[in-house]
């Protein structure tokens, strides 16, 4: 069965600092990858996704993500946080193929001050 | 834009009581998931169905039944709520024929049980 490690529990930064979030994987197999995040009071909703090809992927509202099979790793990366990026990150893995059951990380709470 | 949408955002139950939450995606997809989500532990999966009649135990089944008659719903049920059982739950939907299969959430049920 697939795993997932979020390092990070919570994050303060400032605006216009720069934000990378820790991700790690556990499987023997080819995964797809997501990173979801959850605004304050709002659906669960994907900011991006690797399922294939380039391993730098980019999302909505600017943030990227890049995939180390070697290091089993997908690190959520945005150069200048806003504000509004205030919110809660899920990274979530899934086998590619099957019945798709998606495994969740604990969640990364960042907050940002302005 | 695909719809998840979940019969109640709150909901305050006895304990003992029998509760039903449920789930209607308007995509047509085949694969349903019910999670709860609570503060430290990310998103945990309940039980997952990848067609109608069809369930499978995700990872904390214990205390929760699964019912889909119709492909459109998906319906968790608490035989006999517990306070430990508080929590917000959330459901979500994707297709089997993508190669992402990203899932798509709606906007969850927080329950709490006296």
């Known amino acids: 069965a697939q795993s997932v490690s979020q390092h990070n529990h919570h994050v303060i930064l400032s605006e216009a600092a720069s934000l990378e979030l820790g991700c790690n994987y556990s499987?023997?197999?080819?995964?797809?990858l997501f990173w979801y995040v959850q605004y304050p009071g709002q659906h669960l909703q994907l900011l991006l996704k690797?399922?294939?090809?380039?391993?730098l992927v980019k999302g909505i509202k600017g943030f990227e993500a890049e995939f180390i099979k070697s290091k089993f790793s997908f690190n959520l990366r945005k150069p200048s946080v806003q504000w509004s990026d205030t919110a809660e990150y899920f990274c979530?893995?899934?086998?590619?193929?099957?019945?798709?059951?998606?495994?969740f990380g604990t969640g990364t709470k960042l907050q940002v001050i302005p | 834009d695909v719809k998840v949408t979940q019969s109640s955002r709150y909901l305050v139950k006895r304990t003992g009581e029998k509760v039903f939450l449920e789930c209607v995606q308007d995509?047509?997809?085949?694969?349903m998931f019910w999670y709860r989500q609570d503060p430290g532990l990310g998103l945990r999966l309940i039980y997952f169905?990848?067609?109608?009649?069809?369930?499978e135990k995700g990872d904390i089944p214990e205390g929760y039944s699964v019912s889909r008659e119709k492909k459109e719903r998906f319906s968790l049920i608490l035989e006999s709520a517990s306070t430990n059982q508080t929590s917000m739950y959330l459901c979500?939907?994707?297709?089997?024929?993508?190669?992402?299969?990203?899932?798509?959430f709606g906007p969850g049920t927080r329950l709490t049980v006296l």
């Open positions: 979500a939907s994707s297709s089997r024929w993508t190669e992402n299969n990203e899932q798509f």
């Open positions: 499987y023997g197999g080819t995964v797809n």
């Open positions: 690797y399922f294939s090809g380039d391993p």
């Open positions: 979530a893995v899934t086998p590619r193929g099957g019945y798709q059951k998606v495994t």
């Open positions: 995509m047509d997809h085949e694969n």
């Open positions: 169905s990848y067609d109608v009649k069809m369930k």
